[in-house]
């Protein structure tokens, strides 16, 4: 949105919440906690991937005849992948942010709370705006890991469905926040960061 935050107010906006981002993961998980397309989707393509990947494994031993070392090593593999992702996957949020307009982008962590994020200083986005940069790397990487799938022989695709699983699971911020507009869709929701006092706010019209 071209808008700054200083205009807000005066365009009618007011504040409705904000978000330390210290408490990032208490705020995610109680708006995953609403039910909405949006979280049961989540839910549902978390329990799907889990269970794809329980039946790849049983299909290794049953009809592969695969050693158990082999399947361990390359299901685990898969989560070292995924945490390999992670700088990638805020990257993309970054060119998303970017792509969109915003000018000073950053990233913060914290490794004690495990939350990793990518942030557009006084960035003023829309629901729209937001779902672009939420989702995109959701979208990009799991695109990428599936097509690798069916070129894969079955032990890396026991690693791709393992990477897909938990980089999926790791990216419930993105989708809790998504679902936080969701829910307030008819209230016209905007959000920015101040990433000198590390606070997101959200603004309702």
């Known amino acids: 949105m071209k808008i700054r935050p200083e205009d807000l107010e005066a365009e009618g906006y007011t504040l409705i919440d904000?978000?330390?981002?210290?408490?990032?993961?208490?705020?995610?998980?109680?708006?995953?906690?609403?039910?909405?397309?949006?979280?049961?989707?989540?839910?549902?393509i978390n329990l799907i991937l889990l269970l794809a990947g329980i039946l790849s494994i049983y299909i290794s031993f049953t009809y592969k005849n695969a050693e158990i070392g082999d399947v361990v090593f390359h299901y685990?593999?898969?989560f070292t992948i995924c945490f390999l992702l992670i700088p990638i996957h805020e990257y993309i949020h970054v060119l998303a942010y970017r792509y969109l307009g915003a000018k000073e982008t950053s990233f913060d962590y914290n490794l004690k709370k495990f939350y990793f994020m990518a942030l557009a200083n006084n960035f003023v986005a829309n629901r729209r705006e937001f779902a672009f940069v939420a989702l995109?790397?959701?979208t990009l990487i799991s695109f990428f890991l599936f097509i690798l799938y069916f070129y894969a022989d079955n032990n890396w695709q026991i690693t791709l469905l393992s990477t897909l699983f938990l980089h999926t699971a790791m990216c419930s911020?993105?989708?809790?926040?998504?679902?936080?507009?969701?829910?307030?869709?008819?209230?016209?929701?905007v959000t920015y960061d101040d990433t000198t006092n590390k606070i997101s706010f959200f603004y309702i019209k």
């Not at 995953?32 to 949006?38: D, H």
């Not at 911020?173 to 929701?189: A, S, T």
């Open 18 to 44: 904000k978000l330390d981002h210290s408490e990032l993961i208490p705020f995610v998980k109680k708006n995953l906690n609403k039910w909405s397309y949006i979280s049961i989707f989540f839910y549902s």
């Open 136 to 138: 995109f790397p959701f």
């Open 173 to 189: 911020g993105d989708f809790g926040l998504l679902n936080f507009f969701y829910i307030n869709k008819n209230k016209n929701v």
């Open 76 to 78: 685990c593999f898969g």
